[in-house]
């Protein structure tokens, strides 16, 4: 007996029923035939997932399930889902074999049961099946222990159960509703939100009465409409159809699994609200999205920038999104609160569904939120908090705003949501259960997930439960009170290398360098060769000893300085304008200042900015008010020939020719007049 194909599907059924993606949104462990085909290829198990499950059981023993209860025990992790998802599937697959016959007889569903994993009925029967029901409640504990971080819990409770389905209730509850059913939901919720937007969402009992008289009912399910007129499972059906409209996007369109799931964040950045989207890992460099949106891949990472789509109002903020693509859906939940925290790796804030104990917090309320955020901050928040008196230019209409919102006991701010209710449950924190490394600076993620730039090492996220030590590469980091917010490694500044933490009994692992791995070079580089001081306009096979960049050097310059001087120019002109001693100009662009500006121990003066320019030597010119000046200036005399090809840079030249000073500048002059002769 050998469990390596269950363990796969264990990973399996994990990764697409209970992973952080399903943070705040219910989860239905939905599997028939047609969906274990579909997961075994998507994450590519080798063996179809009863056959797995067969390899575990032992039908004829009085105890048949015993081996994968050693085994989740063996497996236990508060981390992880409990390993028993391969044998619960397998009992919702038996659920969804029962006679569409509008009764849901015990017996009925032992038969099938018995015959997916026994191959004949009356093998497994009810005496069998209390761990498998035993279970099913481990599951229910551990995903609610994590909040909805793992996905709101749709197992119902065993007091939910009518008396007669006190063991097969629970997977009865999980094959209710199909992926079909799960499309007529959402255009049924845009039915019932347009009749009374303010009343939205309705309770569980509301809906099912509104489906019984929707014109469409008949396009749900046969078990589905079953599951509404049994009067014993009706409160399971409305208990689930509550939690999926509580959670509801606003959108008419179902993802169904194995679709790439993106989500919509809300941005902060040089006070101004815009989109970002994040997916579970790094994808295509672009997506193509309806209504013309594009999402383009910021550097290498797992961020996009939604190009095409329109900024964030308090209607789009409270109602939700969901923008769809070939193969990829991007979304983002209604929510009163907008909770903003620093990304580092992008160096904006950034939104998230939950408060961060220890992070610092800028919170944006909808008017029917702020009272419950008030009450929050004044039980939980550290000192330091600020609410904003006014209403700033770019903040939607109605909201208010808490800035420098910090929560350093996250028992204390469980405590408080619980008491506060209202608006701020969703936004419940998950438990930390475990040390983890969270942020810094990745050099290089295609390669590896684990290299940092020396100096933008991540930071070490405590489990909730003081550890009794933490120690980076033996030295002890636990000095002075202890705090909800992550110590900052890079504070101990660890030289490049391998480095190790041990936070208690565990250990985690990360390397740090000062650059990304070098790219082996090409054994003959593509470029622009120098061909007797010209360069070719275009590019081939470069020859010779020296190339940077693919363009072929010569000799004599291969030993030249190729890093280009820095001229610092003054911020508010109305144009910027290098002119260069070899016959180019280019129009200088004034670059926005950073968001890390202001979070400087000591804010410099914002006054200048910096212009790098080529070796050749140059002028820089500024116009303000429609008068030019000299504003700095890299000498040199020209070195070129006067043709018709330097057309524009000569004209540039005799439009600022007072401005300038100096030899080399006069000589300039001259020759952009014989230019233009």
Not at 103 to 118: G, I, K, P, Q, V
Not at 130 to 144: F, G, I
Not at 529 to 547: H, I, M, N, R, W
Request: charged share 20%.
């Amino acid at each position: 007996m050998g469990f390596a194909a269950y363990a796969e599907w264990q990973h399996a059924l994990e990764q697409a029923f209970f992973s952080e993606e399903w943070d705040s949104q219910p989860v239905v462990l939905f599997v028939d035939e047609r969906e274990a085909r579909s997961l075994q290829q998507k994450y590519g198990v080798s063996v179809p997932l009863v056959e797995a499950v067969k390899q575990v059981v032992q039908p004829s023993s009085p105890r048949p399930f015993q081996a994968v209860e050693d085994y989740e025990s063996s497996r236990r992790n508060g981390e992880r889902a409990p390993s028993v998802l391969p044998l619960l599937a397998c009992s919702v697959i038996a659920a969804t074999r029962m006679a569409n016959d509008g009764t849901h007889r015990a017996n009925n569903y032992h038969d099938r049961f018995s015959e997916l994993l026994a191959d004949r009925p009356g093998v497994l029967t009810s005496q069998h099946y209390l761990p498998v029901a035993e279970m099913w409640k481990r599951l229910a504990t551990w995903q609610v222990r994590w909040r909805g971080f793992h996905g709101v819990c749709t197992i119902p409770s065993m007091e939910a159960l009518p008396h007669h389905q006190a063991r097969i209730g629970y997977a009865l509850s999980q094959a209710v509703l199909r992926d079909s059913d799960r499309q007529q939901l959402l255009r049924f919720f845009n039915v019932m939100r347009a009749r009374d937007e303010a009343a939205w969402p309705l309770p569980g009992d509301a809906l099912v009465n509104g489906i019984s008289v929707w014109d469409y009912e008949a396009k749900f399910s046969t078990s589905f409409q079953h599951s509404l007129r049994d009067p014993d499972f009706r409160p399971l059906v409305e208990d689930l159809l509550a939690a999926i409209a509580d959670a509801w996007d606003g959108s008419d369109v179902y993802v169904p699994h194995g679709s790439l799931r993106g989500e919509l964040l809300v941005r902060f950045e040089s006070k101004r609200l815009g989109w970002l989207v994040r997916l579970p890992q790094p994808g295509d460099p672009k997506y193509q999205l309806e209504n013309g949106v594009t999402l383009r891949q910021i550097a290498a990472t797992e961020h996009y920038m939604p190009e095409g789509l329109a900024l964030p109002t308090a209607r789009s903020l409270q109602r939700g999104a969901q923008l769809h693509g070939d193969g990829i859906a991007v979304s983002r939940s209604a929510a009163p609160i907008v909770l903003l925290h620093q990304n580092v790796a992008l160096d904006c804030r950034t939104s998230a569904e939950r408060f961060l104990p220890g992070e610092d917090h800028m919170i944006l309320s909808a008017p029917e939120a702020a009272p419950d955020v008030e009450r929050l901050l004044k039980r939980a928040a550290s000192p330091g908090r600020k609410k904003e008196p006014g209403r700033l230019s770019w903040m939607p209409d109605g909201w208010t705003l808490h800035h420098h919102v910090v929560f350093d006991d996250p028992v204390v701010l469980r405590s408080a949501i619980l008491d506060t209710a209202g608006a701020v449950v969703g936004a419940m924190p998950a438990p930390r259960f475990k040390a983890r490394l969270q942020g810094g600076l990745l050099i290089a993620p295609d390669i590896s997930r684990g290299l940092y730039l020396a100096g933008g090492e991540p930071d070490l996220a405590l489990p909730d439960s003081a550890p009794g030590s933490v120690f980076l590469d033996g030295l002890d980091l636990r000095s002075g009170p202890r705090t909800a917010a992550p110590l900052r490694l890079s504070a101990y500044e660890p030289a490049p290398g391998r480095h190790t933490v041990q936070v208690g009994g565990n250990s985690l692992e990360f390397t740090t360098a000062e650059s990304a791995p070098s790219l082996r070079e090409a054994a003959v580089p593509i470029g622009f060769p120098l061909v007797g001081g010209c360069v070719k306009a275009y590019a081939e096979q470069a020859s010779g000893d020296t190339a940077i960049r693919g363009a072929a050097l010569g000799a004599g310059l291969a030993e030249a300085d190729a890093e280009w001087p820095v001229l610092l120019c003054r911020r508010g002109a109305d144009e910027t304008l290098f002119l260069s001693a070899d016959g180019r100009g280019w129009r200088v662009a004034e670059p926005d200042i950073p968001g890390w500006w202001e979070r400087l121990p000591e804010t410099p003066s914002g006054y200048c900015f910096e212009v790098r320019v080529p070796t050749c030597g140059g002028w820089i010119f500024q116009n303000s008010r429609d008068a030019w000046r000299l504003e700095a200036a890299l000498p040199a005399f020209p070195n070129l020939k006067p043709d018709t090809h330097r057309g524009r840079w000569a004209q540039a030249v005799r439009a600022v020719a007072d401005v300038g000073i100096g030899d080399e500048w006069e000589a300039c002059v001259r020759l952009a007049q014989e230019a233009m002769q």
